[in-house]
């Protein structure tokens, strides 16, 4: 112990009272009073054991660097008296763990006990110096505490609770800019901000949403920095050993299986959908990592392999689903994941009325008429006390769905579906040949139909094995609905177009149609633009693979309305329908979207510091999706999981999309080029933007090229306050980390490809923000948020075709001419397939009470920069002038393509942002943020 009975007047500073502290608690023995000399190498070594500059600073620097450490380090007291002594006042918002949390109901209780023992929440400022000096280091302050941990009332809702907080500060510490946080309770907070009245500066921002968990979960205390913005370059050198040590944190080894936790991004293969330990059926082939099957990278768990197959990981338990690893902050909040199992157990319990009332139909799972059909939006059932029930119950693989049983045990009607838009106003529209045409502009899936170049049309798949390239359409059969034109001159007045499903489903047609119950043809649907501007369907063409028992196949049919050419044509626009449902699913919506994304959040988080320009701007476009994409992993992706159980590719959908992904190009996923691509737009000087639709009266298009420029033009407004010339963005180490990463490891299959950004310059900054905000909002919602309004009623897009076109003379033939609707009915889904595929979609179709739309943000305060806060305002401006501009085209009569023969107006690109009421449930609009369900 330091001995100390006769201080001198040097001794009796409050400096030296502080290296007193530091004796006692680090067992500093020395036999005769304090001396500065004796103990300078003893303080030198726990400089350095904290990493605090030593060599250049002077005496006093040295003595209060060494007691903000150590005193930090183990809640020593200090002295209150040293000149420039301020307080800082401000307050911590914190959401405690409540009763809704699935993994804990006791959370808050413990945590008031822990409280009552001294185990409490402490908060420590980190300070900028003023200068930039390269021996500048960060400023501690003491640490204050979070107290009264008790009064915080635990209710059935997680509420926000506001501490106030005080600080001791001193001058030379300059601005608080980052903040320790030490929880050491037992139990996880979520922590929502911190706000600073800092004397003579305002107040400092800390917006944090983020989970805070003990202190022995972390290595290191958790750090959280002010809302201020930094490229890494014009970091104060005090903040920046910080910046990098909080990246590194994030980045893990890619070793270990992760915990609920970790705050770990790193990458993994789509190595995880199939269980081969259950049986060979089961297994899936990985994706990613192979030239073979291609595939975006998703986020790495870490569980163990399966026993049979060492590249594959283990699975967790249906009942374990909600648990699947995401990084903490990646995780739904409290009233997402209410509303998100809500919305399952609704949707799946009326899934289960069809089930049970086929146990006593006289052809169980199966639709015996339109009327049936029609009869899942309108009736209701009680649960009839049978064994058979358990097995019906059995079927559905959501998590808590037998709760749902207990709820209706008393004899209560189950509840209806939703009436999809699509048969709201006219329930037969969706037969007509114009709404089926109609739907390829402003439905569900606009995002493939192409203007045809040339004619007939050609694949590229190998003759030898498909058949011939050139398709069997011929002129002939189009003609005659072309209103006069010839078609060299349909092509040349750029009027024929195609909806062309050939060459990426030929190559399977095969192997799907010896699963049970499904038969598909590789699809061509040639369109002809009227006059009016909408289209009409032509000629459909239906492909087979040549077998060991005939060649290939061809058939081409043509409009009829009536008798049985009449049947045979609502039968092909199913086999096409089918083939979009599917197409929509796996490509448009799953892959081009949720997959594609999932690796630039991984990188964003792993390289770009949270004080990043690129980083504040993108984080809401990533909100939730890493957590529905997992769940997609284990419930809806994955072998027998919903999607190959409604779908028609069944076990060979992933690998399907796998396949695709070899084409896809990140510089075409942006709306203008991928108009150019498809020849929907050309190039022209004298349009709006330089580019001319080839379809004036295409809705997605025409409302997401006026979505496309405003994210575009806000984009650029943004980069240009922190990039000044193409050198900031070349020199900007975080930023080249980023893309290379995206480039190498997070899309690294095709890191090859010639045709990535080089990120050189601000113009391929900006295109590439764009691109990623477009593709996680505005496409998102274009080709998600519609599917219960129109595929919510099957025959109008039906997931699975079971049976083959019929032949004349044969028994399915004559069944057909003696009742083509349920011929066709008994093509589609079955009951099963159809109840299953309309509960799924109509959970992915709603929108969460706790949306945040594109043109919004979570918190006010988000950024301390004014002119990014004047740029962001402007930026809802022009989305809520694009809602007026789309509701005035909707109400516009000679746009026919906006509402159609089933008088369903064009609203998926229609922001909401305006829209202060409820914006929850199936609205069929509004543009969120992020691809967040």
């Known amino acids: 112990m330091l001995l100390m009975a006769f201080p001198s007047p040097h001794q009796k500073s409050s400096n030296y009272f502080r290296f007193q502290a530091i004796a006692i608690q680090n067992s500093i023995v020395r036999a005769s009073a304090f001396s500065h000399k004796k103990s300078s190498k003893r303080f030198q070594a726990i400089a350095l054991q904290h990493n605090i500059v030593w060599a250049s600073a002077s005496p006093h620097q040295r003595s209060s660097k060494i007691f903000q450490a150590v005193a930090i380090q183990n809640n020593l007291p200090s002295l209150d008296k040293m000149e420039g002594k301020q307080s800082i006042k401000g307050f911590v918002v914190v959401q405690k763990k409540n009763v809704l949390d699935l993994n804990d109901f006791h959370a808050g209780i413990v945590d008031n006990i822990s409280e009552l023992l001294g185990k409490v929440v402490s908060v420590t400022l980190v300070g900028t110096p003023h200068g930039n000096s390269v021996n500048a280091s960060a400023k501690l302050s003491e640490p204050a505490y979070l107290q009264n941990w008790r009064s915080i009332h635990v209710g059935a809702v997680a509420g926000k609770t506001t501490y106030p907080v005080e600080f001791k500060w001193h001058s030379d510490m300059g601005t608080p800019a980052a903040f320790y946080i030490k929880n050491t309770h037992r139990h996880e907070f979520f922590l929502n901000s911190l706000t600073l009245e800092v004397p003579g500066q305002g107040n400092v921002h800390f917006v944090c949403n983020s989970w805070v968990y003990p202190a022995s979960r972390y290595k290191k205390d958790r750090i959280f920095f002010s809302n201020r913005t930094y490229l890494p370059s014009e970091t104060p050198l005090a903040l920046l050993k910080l910046r990098n040590e909080e990246l590194i944190s994030l980045r893990g080894d890619g070793t270990g299986e992760r915990e609920e936790w970790d705050r770990l991004y790193d990458y993994d293969v789509y190595n995880d959908l199939g269980n081969p330990d259950k049986d060979e059926e089961h297994s899936r082939q990985v994706l990613g990592g192979s030239k073979d099957f291609p595939y975006p990278r998703r986020g790495r768990t870490g569980r163990p392999p399966t026993e049979t197959d060492p590249a594959s990981e283990s699975r967790l338990s249906i009942f374990s689903s909600l648990n699947i690893f995401v990084p903490r902050d990646e995780r739904f909040g409290h009233l997402k994941l209410s509303d998100f199992l809500a919305y399952a157990i609704k949707s799946l319990g009326q899934f289960l009325q069809p089930e049970l009332k086929a146990i006593f139909d006289s052809t169980p799972n199966e639709f015996d008429s339109f009327e049936d059909v029609l009869k899942l939006y309108s009736d209701g059932i009680k649960l009839p006390d049978i064994p058979a029930l358990d097995d019906a119950k059995n079927r559905i693989p959501l998590e808590l769905i037998k709760e749902l049983v207990r709820t209706d045990s008393e004899g209560q009607k189950l509840l209806a579906y939703p009436t999809p838009q699509v048969i709201s106003k006219d329930k037969w529209a969706w037969r007509k040949d114009e709404e089926f045409a109609r739907e390829m502009l402003s439905g569900v899936n606009p995002v493939i139909i192409q203007r045809l170049q040339s004619f007939p049309p050609k694949s590229e798949l190998d003759a030898e094995i498909y058949g011939p390239q050139e398709s069997f359409i011929t002129d002939s059969d189009i003609e005659q609905s072309l209103d006069g034109l010839t078609v060299k001159q349909a092509l040349g007045k750029s009027k024929l177009f195609i909806l062309n499903h050939h060459d990426v489903f030929m190559p399977y047609v095969s192997r799907i149609n010896a699963l049970d119950s499904t038969k598909i043809y590789a699809t061509r649907t040639i369109l002809f633009l009227k006059d009016d501007g909408t289209l009409k369907p032509v000629a459909i063409e239906l492909s087979l693979p040549a077998s060991d028992d005939r060649p290939y196949y061809r058939k081409v049919l043509t409009p009829a309305q009536e008798g049985v050419e009449g049947a045979l044509w609502q039968l092909a626009k199913a086999y096409v329908a089918m083939n979009d449902s599917g197409y929509h699913q796996l490509i448009s919506h799953w892959l081009r979207t949720h997959a594609a994304t999932e690796p630039f959040i991984i990188a964003t988080n792993r390289q770009l510091s949270a004080m990043h320009p690129v980083h504040k701007l993108l984080s809401p476009h990533f909100r939730d999706t890493m957590n529905i994409n997992a769940f997609a992993r284990q419930i809806l992706i994955s072998a027998g999981g919903i999607l190959e159980r409604s779908v028609f590719p069944g076990k060979y959908a992933m690998e399907m999309s796998a396949v695709v992904y070899k084409d896809w190009r990140f510089d075409e996923e942006g709306l203008p080029a991928d108009l150019l691509k498809r020849g929907m737009a050309v190039e022209d000087k004298e349009a709006e933007h330089g580019l001319r639709l080839t379809i004036e009266d295409y809705p997605f298009a025409v409302d997401g090229l006026e979505i496309w420029f405003t994210?575009?033009?806000?984009?650029?407004?943004?980069?240009?306050?922190?990039?000044?010339?193409?050198?900031?963005?070349?020199?900007?180490?975080?930023?080249?980390?980023?893309?290379?990463?995206?480039?190498?490891?997070?899309?690294?299959?095709?890191?090859?490809?010639?045709?990535?950004?080089?990120?050189?310059?601000?113009?391929?900054?900006?295109?590439?923000?764009?691109?990623?905000?477009?593709?996680?909002?505005?496409?998102?919602?274009?080709?998600?948020f519609g599917q219960y309004p129109y595929a919510g009623y099957m025959p109008n897009r039906p997931t699975v075709t079971r049976r083959l076109i019929p032949e004349e003379g044969s028994e399915e033939f004559t069944e057909l001419k003696e009742n083509p609707d349920l011929f066709l009915l008994k093509t589609m889904s079955s009951q099963f397939q159809t109840t299953l595929g309309i509960a799924l979609i109509e959970i992915l179709s709603r929108h969460s009470t706790d949306e945040v739309y594109l043109g919004q943000r979570a918190s006010p305060d988000w950024t301390d920069h004014e002119s990014v806060v004047e740029a962001f305002e402007r930026f809802g401006s022009r989305l809520k002038q694009i809602e007026k501009n789309i509701t005035e085209r909707n109400n516009d009569k000679r746009l026919k393509n906006r509402s159609g023969p089933a008088e369903v107006s064009y609203t998926l690109l229609y922001p909401n942002t305006s829209d202060e009421s409820g914006k929850g449930g199936l609205t069929g609009k509004g543009i969120p943020n992020s691809v967040s369900i």
Do not use: C
């Open 711 to 784: 994210i575009e033009s806000w984009v650029n407004d943004y980069i240009s306050f922190y990039y000044k010339n193409d050198e900031a963005v070349a020199s900007d180490t975080e930023l080249q980390a980023w893309w290379y990463e995206i480039r190498n490891v997070g899309h690294g299959d095709k890191k090859d490809e010639p045709w990535w950004y080089e990120m050189q310059s601000v113009q391929d900054l900006g295109k590439a923000l764009t691109t990623i905000i477009w593709v996680a909002s505005a496409l998102h919602a274009a080709v998600n």
